[in-house]
Each structure stands twice: as C-alpha cells, then as structure tokens.
Nanobody
Framework: QVQLVESGGGLVQAGGSLRLSCAAS????????VGWFRQAPGKEREFVAA????????GHADSVKGRFTISRDNAKNTVYLQMNDLKPDDTAVYYC????????????????WGQGTQVTVSS
C-alpha cells in the first residue's frame, strides 16, 4: 500500500510561483513512477508531468513546458512540481500518482493517488 500526500498548493497571483510536494509513505519508493495531474471544475483530469523511478527521465505537458519542472528526491520519498510563471488557466486541484509500471504515463491510470491540493491563480 502506498499513501501519497500532496502539499504546497495555495492562492497566487499570475506570474507567481509555487512548489508542490508529494510525499510517499512506502519503503520501496524507488520502484515507482510518479506523475502529476490536475483537474479544473467541469473538466477532465489532465496530465501535467511525470518522472521515472530514478529521476533520469521526465515528461511535461505542452501547456506547462518551460514553466513547470518535475523532480524527485528518493532519499526523502518525495516528488516535487516547481511551477513558475503561473497563469489563471493553471487553476485546478493538483494530484500526484504513483505506479510501479510505466505504461503510457500521460494517462490517469496510476494505481495510487493522493487527495489533491488546490492551486488558484488570480489574474
């Protein structure tokens, strides 16, 4: 069983920055791929970014490329999402997810999910 807890969300003005954290309570964190997804009201959950087990490979959605960066610290069982130059369209609940298999990591088919953290960007 893997428990994921997101933190770091909040209210920020457009152009500002936030860093989200996803802390995992599992001994073998290094075997899990981790992804960030977001869901705005009335919209489907969408892929934001993902990272391989050792952090050597990352992927970002086109909408956040150049502004968001995913990283991980396996010693701390934590994955981060650094979000810069935030825009009102980035407003959503952000979820982290983990799975021991990669598959298509852009799909929301991860086995374990956190409860989400709200990010609100004001114009």
């Amino acid at each position: 069983q893997v428990q994921l807890v997101e933190s770091g969300g909040g209210l920020v003005q457009a152009g500002g920055s936030l860093r989200l954290s996803c802390a995992a309570s599992v001994r073998t964190f290094t075997v899990y791929y981790v992804g960030w997804f977001r869901q705005a009201p009335g919209k489907e959950r969408e892929f934001v970014a993902a990272i391989s087990t050792d952090g050597s490979i990352t992927g970002h959605a086109d909408s956040v490329k150049g502004r968001f960066t995913i990283s991980r610290d396996n010693a701390k069982n934590t994955v981060y999402l650094q979000m810069n130059d935030l825009k009102p369209d980035d407003t959503a609940v952000y979820y982290c997810a983990a799975d021991p298999s990669t598959g298509d990591w852009k799909l929301p088919k991860y086995h374990y999910w956190g409860q989400g953290t709200q990010v609100t960007v004001s114009s």
